[in-house]
């Protein structure tokens, strides 16, 4: 496959990288089913994955990462750039030539004994204006077997490329795990990714926040269009009329449970549908039409597994149930999988994500109940397995954007729904956008955390340059996605939530539509435009008026104490921060008073 690739550029930057690193081998990946089933084999005879049960899960696979090495590491996380001006406050940032020479000390020599592998994919349909193509070069077998389940993976990539093609040079490697020598370093001024001393997926599948956010969004900017960590989703309505929204949510908000939601039973016998595009990642371009156009440049769902179940996402259970790898969960007795809130009881015993025997009830050294799953396991699955998957997965202009959605957890502040005014008042939202720290996160429980479109670990340059981006974008749109904040976790005072959340949230997204469409009108409030309550569906839904009214309070203390927190976030942006989003700060400051 090497001597008939055309892109000399390619071919040494594959070669150099070899050099560096010192693989025995140099195995390039064309994305045929017979090299994935060889690899396959080859990674079970190595004990890199377990082979699970063929008959209930068909396809499927298990891993589990080193003890050290379980989520994304953020602070070992880098922005890499001539200067530190460019990243801004919220990024960690490193000196260009520094970067490479602290993380060539680790690479070399880093493969020998091992195989390198080459992965030339595409995120995003191949050929399709959105879409981008990377090469990762990486010395696991498992990091392969992801690959090819969330990117497009095959001999045509390196047909697109031809012989001078731009891409996206990514280098991985496992090299000793050990956690003092873990790097995650981004180049976008070199269009590169370097990674090392990590297993987990979200540091070294390198097509999937790193070049999906962290690098596209520096590219996007340059280019002028957006890239985003948001679902998108299709809401087919009676007249089978179809209408597309992208969503940005925090960690622990509910993202993956919106983007696949199954229609309450009200709604389906109007015969209402929804069509999963994506549930993580969301390019956007404006097209000729003058409006905004959405991919979502993966093939699949790396999502998490604990709390999965047929209640909370009865879509993704039927999603994993084949040609899926499972990664730090339960291994059962029968080498099939479970995790805490899984459907069906709870096993007697199995392996534990550590690989030690458990069994309900354990209590560590602390007295603390011993869980079977990490907390952040996951489970990788083909897009195309999903029952709500859309049909215009692979439409090379995507999905029209009707709206835009900012979710967070808060408890008391923010209403069910709420309307910007306009644009700019939507991206002043945006970049205030918060949620309260839950038990799965790192902080104090209930901590407001600031977290701009969901994107505060993910952006790849200066949070204020991209607010004043997204400001610019919208100048350009000859017709604009309305912008709306959802808050499905709002309690009562004995700490209940009031909104049933899950399939119900689909009465929130049809008033949402409606507003798009002019179809309803709305009350104005500081904040922003709520629904008038009699044109929110709530039929059949045991909701009380008084818990409607406390579902759309909007306290003014309350926000003033929330300007208070935005006035000293934004303030970290110093001079560099739009003076659109002060102008914004300033008219919501004046309503409230």
């Not at 209930?56 to 298990?62: I, Q, S």
């Not at 597994?305 to 879509?315: E, F, H, V």
């Not at 044109?535 to 579902?551: F, H, P, Q």
Request: charged share 25%.
């Amino acid at each position: 496959m090497f001597d008939t690739i055309k892109h000399k550029k390619l071919k040494k930057w594959v070669k150099d990288m070899a050099s560096l690193c010192q693989p025995d081998e140099i195995v390039w990946i064309d994305g045929s089913p017979e090299q994935k089933k060889k690899l396959e084999n080859e990674a079970c005879s190595k004990g890199e994955i377990i082979r699970l049960n063929k008959k209930k899960l068909p396809g499927c696979f298990y891993h589990r990462t080193a003890i050290n090495d379980v989520a994304r590491t953020e602070h070992l996380t880098f922005i890499c750039t001539k200067r530190k001006s460019e990243v801004g406050p919220t990024n960690n940032w490193m000196f260009t030539s520094t970067a490479y020479k602290r993380a060539k000390e680790i690479f070399k020599g880093c493969m020998q004994g091992r195989k390198m592998y080459v992965i030339p994919f595409s995120m995003g349909p191949l050929g399709s204006p959105f879409s981008k193509i990377g090469v990762e070069l990486s010395d696991s077998i498992y990091v392969v077997l992801n690959m090819l389940i969330m990117t497009h993976v095959s001999k045509k990539v390196l047909e697109v490329l031809a012989s001078d093609g731009e891409f996206t040079k990514c280098l991985h490697s496992k090299a000793d795990l050990d956690i003092t020598r873990r790097l995650i370093l981004h180049f976008p001024e070199h269009n590169t990714i370097w990674s090392v001393g990590s297993g987990y997926g979200g540091n070294v599948l390198l097509g999937k926040k790193c070049l999906s956010l962290r690098i596209a969004s520096y590219l996007a900017r340059k280019e002028g269009w957006l890239a985003e960590h948001m679902l998108i989703m299709g809401i087919e309505d009676a007249n089978g009329h179809v209408q597309y929204i992208t969503g940005a949510f925090p960690s622990a908000c509910g993202k993956t449970n919106l983007a696949m939601l199954v229609p309450p039973k009200s709604f389906m016998k109007k015969n209402y549908r929804i069509w999963t595009v994506g549930d993580d990642i969301s390019w956007m371009r404006i097209d000729s039409d003058g409006s905004l156009w959405a991919i979502n440049p993966e093939t699949g769902f790396f999502g998490v597994a604990p709390g999965t179940n047929s209640r909370s996402n009865p879509n993704a259970v039927e999603t994993i149930k084949k040609n899926t790898i499972f990664t730090n969960v339960l291994l059962k007795p029968d080498k099939t999988v479970w995790w805490e809130d899984a459907d069906g009881p709870v096993p007697k015993k199995g392996i534990d994500w550590m690989g030690r025997p458990w069994k309900p009830g354990m209590l560590d050294d602390k007295g603390k109940v011993v869980k079977g799953a990490h907390p952040n396991s996951r489970f990788t699955a083909p897009i195309s397995q999903c029952p709500s998957a859309s049909f215009r997965l692979e439409h090379h202009h995507g999905v029209p954007v009707s709206a835009i959605l900012l979710g967070g957890r808060r408890e008391h502040l923010a209403p069910l729904v709420y309307e910007s005014f306009n644009w700019q008042h939507g991206v002043y939202i945006s970049a205030t956008m918060a949620s309260e720290r839950t038990s799965a996160q790192f902080g104090k429980l209930g901590e407001v955390r600031f977290d701009p479109m969901a994107m505060l670990p993910f952006c790849g340059y200066n949070m204020a340059d991209y607010f004043r981006h997204w400001l610019k974008m919208g100048k350009r749109m000859v017709k604009q996605p309305r912008i709306f904040c959802v808050n499905w976790f709002r309690v009562d005072e004995n700490g209940k939530f009031l909104w049933p959340g899950f399939g119900e949230n689909l009465r929130v997204i049809e008033w949402i539509l409606k507003r798009c469409n002019n179809e309803v009108g709305a009350v104005k409030t500081p904040i922003g435009y709520i629904p008038k309550l009699e044109d929110l569906n709530t039929d059949s839904l045991d909701l009380s008026k008084d818990t409607l009214k406390k579902l759309f309070l909007i306290d003014k203390s309350e926000w003033r104490e929330e300007l208070e927190r935005q006035r000293i976030f934004l303030a970290t942006f110093k001079n560099s921060l739009p003076e659109e989003i002060w102008k914004e700060y300033r008219a919501l400051k004046k309503r409230l008073d």
